[in-house]
């Protein structure tokens, strides 16, 4: 990452338990090269073991990252920097609206039968991921599941969860495939407004247009 990057990334981080008065001792990498490490293997999809030499020993690397994981790390930090974002576009850190979507994907031949599906409407064999975003189009959370999981059931377990995690979320974008008793499950269960839009209005909430919903003009948080 850049330097400019990194000034904004490292104030985020998560602080080590060693300079928490909490035992360990100090990391032997910097975390800008384990970071940058991890994000060289996701952009290029290879394998921990095929990490370049210019990076940390891969073994260090794969550590950092299951750490992070295990420790929910990595969400800490991406709650972070979402913060941090919506904050520099003059918006709440927390956010009050947001758009659900999904999208069916194909899998590839050694994903298992177990967690693969056929998706009838889209004609797909593999997932679905299930994505909850704010209005800027910030992610606030993911579910994957096989292709054949209808939208609406996913999107009560992933609901579930963004309210629980975003007290402020009052209202969600959804199109036509999110109707019926799930409206009302929100509304009870959740507190939740689910706003089944038109085509034109969803296009535009899936856009990340900050105006889309708000009859005065002013702008959904």
Known sequence: MSDAEWAVVRPLLPVPGWLRGRGGQPEAYCH??????????????????????????????????????????????????????RERAGRDSEPGAGVIDSQSVKADAVVGSDSRGFDGGKLINGRKRHVVVDTLGLLLAVLVTAADVGDRAAAQVLLTQVTAAHHLLALVWADGGYTGSLVEYCLTALA??????????????SSCCPSVGSSSGSSPT
């Open 32 to 85: 800008r090269a384990m970071l940058d490490a991890i994000r060289y293997l996701v952009d290029n999809g290879t394998k921990w073991r095929a990490m370049p030499a210019d990076f940390p020993p891969w073994d260090r690397v794969y550590a950092f990252f299951r750490r992070w994981r295990n420790h929910d790390l990595v969400r800490e930090f991406h709650d972070r920097l979402r913060r941090r974002v």
């Open 192 to 205: 939740l407004v689910l706003a089944i839009a038109n085509a034109a209005t969803t296009c535009a909430a």
